[in-house]
Nanobody, 124 residues
Framework: QVELVESGGGLVQAGGSLRLSCAAS????IGWFRQAPGKEREFVAGISSSVSWTDYADSVKGRFTISRDNAKNTVYLQMNSLKPEDTAVYYC?????????????????????WGQGTQVTVSS
Protein backbone atom coordinates (compact mmCIF):
# COMPACT_ATOMS: atom_id res chain seq x y z
CA GLN A 1 0.00 0.00 0.00
CA VAL A 2 1.32 3.42 -1.00
CA GLU A 3 0.28 6.29 1.22
CA LEU A 4 0.05 9.77 -0.26
CA VAL A 5 -0.73 12.85 1.80
CA GLU A 6 -1.40 16.26 0.23
CA SER A 7 -1.15 19.57 2.04
CA GLY A 8 -0.96 23.27 1.29
CA GLY A 9 -4.39 24.01 -0.12
CA GLY A 10 -6.41 27.03 0.90
CA LEU A 11 -8.17 30.19 -0.17
CA VAL A 12 -6.28 32.73 -2.25
CA GLN A 13 -7.16 35.74 -4.35
CA ALA A 14 -6.77 35.68 -8.12
CA GLY A 15 -3.19 36.38 -9.07
CA GLY A 16 -1.88 34.85 -5.87
CA SER A 17 0.23 31.77 -5.24
CA LEU A 18 0.05 28.52 -3.34
CA ARG A 19 2.42 25.61 -2.97
CA LEU A 20 0.98 22.14 -2.60
CA SER A 21 2.98 19.30 -1.13
CA CYS A 22 2.57 15.56 -1.53
CA ALA A 23 4.36 13.20 0.82
CA ALA A 24 5.38 10.41 -1.55
CA SER A 25 8.17 7.88 -1.84
CA UNK A 26 10.96 8.70 -4.28
CA UNK A 27 10.31 5.43 -6.14
CA UNK A 28 7.13 6.55 -7.87
CA UNK A 29 6.00 8.65 -10.79
CA ILE A 30 3.76 11.34 -9.35
CA GLY A 31 0.91 13.09 -11.06
CA TRP A 32 -1.10 16.02 -9.81
CA PHE A 33 -4.76 16.01 -10.82
CA ARG A 34 -7.64 18.28 -9.99
CA GLN A 35 -11.40 17.99 -9.94
CA ALA A 36 -13.80 20.90 -9.90
CA PRO A 37 -17.47 20.46 -8.96
CA GLY A 38 -19.42 18.86 -11.77
CA LYS A 39 -16.30 18.22 -13.85
CA GLU A 40 -14.11 15.23 -14.54
CA ARG A 41 -10.80 14.78 -12.84
CA GLU A 42 -8.06 16.25 -15.03
CA PHE A 43 -4.29 15.96 -15.27
CA VAL A 44 -2.37 19.01 -14.09
CA ALA A 45 1.31 18.01 -13.96
CA GLY A 46 3.54 14.98 -13.65
CA ILE A 47 7.12 14.18 -12.67
CA SER A 48 9.25 11.07 -12.93
CA SER A 49 11.02 9.52 -9.96
CA SER A 50 14.40 10.71 -11.28
CA VAL A 51 13.09 14.23 -12.06
CA SER A 52 14.27 13.76 -15.67
CA TRP A 53 10.73 14.13 -17.01
CA THR A 54 7.99 16.62 -16.25
CA ASP A 55 4.87 17.60 -18.13
CA TYR A 56 1.99 20.01 -17.69
CA ALA A 57 -1.53 20.53 -18.89
CA ASP A 58 -1.74 23.40 -21.36
CA SER A 59 -4.01 25.29 -18.98
CA VAL A 60 -1.26 25.59 -16.34
CA LYS A 61 1.92 25.82 -18.42
CA GLY A 62 3.97 28.83 -17.45
CA ARG A 63 2.08 29.24 -14.16
CA PHE A 64 2.58 25.95 -12.30
CA THR A 65 5.84 24.15 -11.56
CA ILE A 66 6.17 20.58 -10.35
CA SER A 67 9.28 19.51 -8.47
CA ARG A 68 10.39 16.93 -5.96
CA ASP A 69 12.86 16.54 -3.14
CA ASN A 70 13.55 12.82 -2.96
CA ALA A 71 15.58 13.24 0.22
CA LYS A 72 12.39 14.47 1.87
CA ASN A 73 10.06 12.12 -0.04
CA THR A 74 8.04 15.13 -1.11
CA VAL A 75 6.63 16.36 -4.42
CA TYR A 76 5.63 19.99 -4.78
CA LEU A 77 3.27 21.88 -7.04
CA GLN A 78 4.04 25.59 -7.06
CA MET A 79 1.02 27.44 -8.39
CA ASN A 80 1.45 31.08 -9.42
CA SER A 81 -0.87 33.56 -11.12
CA LEU A 82 -3.85 31.61 -9.89
CA LYS A 83 -7.18 32.08 -11.59
CA PRO A 84 -10.73 31.37 -10.36
CA GLU A 85 -10.90 28.49 -12.84
CA ASP A 86 -8.07 26.80 -10.93
CA THR A 87 -10.51 26.23 -8.08
CA ALA A 88 -10.73 22.48 -7.45
CA VAL A 89 -9.76 19.66 -5.17
CA TYR A 90 -6.16 18.79 -6.01
CA TYR A 91 -4.95 15.21 -5.73
CA CYS A 92 -1.56 13.63 -6.02
CA UNK A 93 -1.36 10.15 -7.46
CA UNK A 94 1.40 7.58 -7.86
CA UNK A 95 2.35 4.94 -10.38
CA UNK A 96 5.42 2.79 -10.85
CA UNK A 97 5.92 2.88 -14.62
CA UNK A 98 6.24 5.90 -16.89
CA UNK A 99 5.96 5.76 -20.66
CA UNK A 100 6.33 9.38 -21.80
CA UNK A 101 5.82 8.32 -25.42
CA UNK A 102 2.20 7.49 -24.70
CA UNK A 103 -0.45 9.64 -23.10
CA UNK A 104 -1.18 7.18 -20.32
CA UNK A 105 0.32 9.49 -17.73
CA UNK A 106 -2.52 11.99 -18.19
CA UNK A 107 -5.17 9.36 -17.53
CA UNK A 108 -6.26 9.08 -13.91
CA UNK A 109 -7.00 5.39 -14.42
CA UNK A 110 -3.30 4.64 -14.89
CA UNK A 111 -2.49 5.67 -11.31
CA UNK A 112 -3.23 2.97 -8.69
CA UNK A 113 -2.63 5.10 -5.61
CA TRP A 114 -4.23 8.40 -4.61
CA GLY A 115 -4.15 10.88 -1.81
CA GLN A 116 -7.23 12.29 -0.10
CA GLY A 117 -7.04 15.64 -1.88
CA THR A 118 -6.65 19.24 -0.78
CA GLN A 119 -9.05 22.06 -1.62
CA VAL A 120 -7.79 25.07 -3.56
CA THR A 121 -10.17 28.01 -3.87
CA VAL A 122 -9.29 31.08 -5.91
CA SER A 123 -11.51 34.08 -5.40
CA SER A 124 -12.01 36.73 -8.08
Amino acid sequence: QVELVESGGGLVQAGGSLRLSCAASAHYVIGWFRQAPGKEREFVAGISSSVSWTDYADSVKGRFTISRDNAKNTVYLQMNSLKPEDTAVYYCAAKTVLDPTSDSYVRSTSYPWWGQGTQVTVSS
